[in-house]
């Protein structure tokens, strides 16, 4: 929810901006969002059962896929 708010408000101020859940972080989801148009990835680890080798892996393989974006994790 928190994300999805933060994506509205984004938009309103003119930005590119959407809230996708955590199979967007499949490899293929990843591709599919396309490099040249994702600058920033905010990675929210809010969920019960997330771990730091979990984070570890989703950081990799953004940073494989999306090489040139920038990535803040809360």
Request: hydrophobic share 50%; glycine share 10%; charged share 25%.
């Given at each position: 929810l928190a994300a999805r708010v933060a994506a509205l408000s984004l938009r309103?101020?003119?930005f590119g901006a959407s809230a996708e859940g955590h199979s967007a972080l499949d490899a293929?989801?990843?591709e599919r969002?396309?490099?040249?148009?994702?600058?920033?990835?905010?990675?929210?680890?809010?969920e019960e059962g997330n771990s730091v080798a979990g984070a570890r892996t989703f950081l990799r393989r953004i940073a494989r896929v999306l090489?040139?974006?920038?990535?803040?994790?809360?």
């Amino acid at each position: 929810l928190a994300a999805r708010v933060a994506a509205l408000s984004l938009r309103r101020a003119g930005f590119g901006a959407s809230a996708e859940g955590h199979s967007a972080l499949d490899a293929a989801n990843l591709e599919r969002l396309g490099e040249g148009r994702v600058r920033l990835v905010v990675l929210s680890l809010l969920e019960e059962g997330n771990s730091v080798a979990g984070a570890r892996t989703f950081l990799r393989r953004i940073a494989r896929v999306l090489p040139d974006a920038h990535v803040v994790v809360g």
